[in-house]
């Protein structure tokens, strides 16, 4: 409806009128369709005044409504493909078939006969197409859409983002902190391909040389790359923020902030070292899985994201007071602490007794 802005000189209001009235409308108070039906704005409006009081008419009786149309789906949609092999159709558009075939049998009757056609049976099959119809769309959504082959991941969530790369995991066989990184050196080349563009800018190269220089290294090692990377990394102070995820990020931890503390200099190593103590906040594990990283590209962003540190994951959101099964440790790591608070609680009772 046409109220995106004031009308003006609309007669039997006053600028006030106008003003509270629209006012009413921002916050709710009152529904657009009353303004049009019940206030001199119809009169400037007059195709949105008779569109209003289609929807009024149509709110008041819409379980008395048969509709002319019915919501099914485009033929583009009914992928036929016939080859050696035989036909192929996708399952689900059966349904949606017996959906326009029940209800075309109310109009074959009618034509074919002289008799009226009793309402029973016509509702009878307008119930028909209603559920196949129920059928389909669930069908089609769990299936061809949503499936682990569907639709959405194949061309939405599957689609490549600007500053993220996926890599299959491995574990970090050094020393490290449990939120630290270390990821491939071709996907990282990539990834970062806008910060080493401004980098090799200042060092003089042109940006034709730049892109060039950035190409022939994707998949071989240089120490200018490798300075490079080191430079942004102590920029970022010791680790640059990004979120790590296993698509689709449902459960709790199964994304998480983390920090790229490395690049690997081996060009042949194409996969990305984590901590074994973040693996369960995404059930992920060594045995081929792949995770995806989307960077963090400025400290207001990361401010945000730092609710999803798994250290924010320690504690039971089900148990009071209680650790959860998302962070793990070591049963070293454990005794550890276990034989520190211990002490710590002995030595306050020795200073209480002095």
């Known amino acids: 409806m046409l109220l995106r802005k004031k009308p003006r000189n609309i007669e039997g209001m006053t600028d006030q009128q106008i003003a509270q009235a629209f006012q009413d409308l921002r916050e709710g108070k009152v529904e657009g ?3 049009l039906m019940n206030t001199p704005l119809g009169d400037k409006n007059l195709e949105d005044r008779k569109l209003a009081i289609f929807i009024e008419k149509y709110i008041r009786n819409k379980e008395r409504v048969f509709t002319k149309y ?11 493909e016939t080859n050696n092999s035989g036909t192929w159709v996708d399952v689900s558009m059966a349904t949606a078939s017996d959906a326009m075939y029940a209800v075309k049998q109310i109009g074959i009757s009618i034509a074919n006969s002289d008799k009226k056609i ?5 509702n009878r099959r307008a119930v028909l197409c209603t559920k196949k119809m129920a059928e389909f769309g669930k069908a089609f959504i769990s299936g061809t859409a949503g499936s682990k082959q569907g639709e959405y991941r194949r061309h939405v969530f599957g689609g490549r983002l600007a500053f993220s790369m996926r890599a299959v995991i491995t574990s970090i066989n050094e020393t490290h902190e449990h939120d630290e990184l270390h990821i491939p050196w071709a996907p990282a080349v990539q990834m970062f391909k806008i910060h080493i563009m401004s980098k090799l800018l200042r ?26 990377f080191k430079e942004l990394i102590a920029e970022a102070g010791g680790g640059i923020p990004c979120t790590f995820q296993r698509p689709p990020s449902l459960e709790k931890s199964s994304m998480q902030r983390c920090r790229i503390t490395k690049v690997k200099t081996d060009a042949r190593i194409r996969t990305i070292s984590m901590s074994v103590n973040i693996t369960n906040g995404p059930n992920a594990d060594f045995d081929g899985d792949a995770l995806h990283i989307w960077l963090i590209l400025d400290k207001d962003m ?3 994201f730092i609710r999803l540190a798994p250290s924010r994951s320690v504690l039971s959101m089900d148990t009071p007071r209680s650790v959860s099964n998302v962070f793990t440790q070591q ?5 550890t602490m276990a034989n520190w608070l211990r002490s710590g609680r002995n030595r306050s009772r020795q200073r209480k007794r002095a």
């Open 203 to 228: 060092k003089g190269f042109s940006p034709k040389l730049a892109h060039k220089f950035i190409d022939d290294h994707t998949n071989n090692y240089h120490p200018l790359l490798d300075q490079i």
């Open 118 to 122: 009793r309402f029973g049976v016509c």
């Open 331 to 335: 049963a070293p790591q454990t005794l």
């Open 33 to 35: 369709t009353w303004l």
């Open 302 to 304: 990361d401010k945000r």
């Open 70 to 80: 019915l919501p099914m789906p485009s033929a583009l949609g009914v992928v036929l």
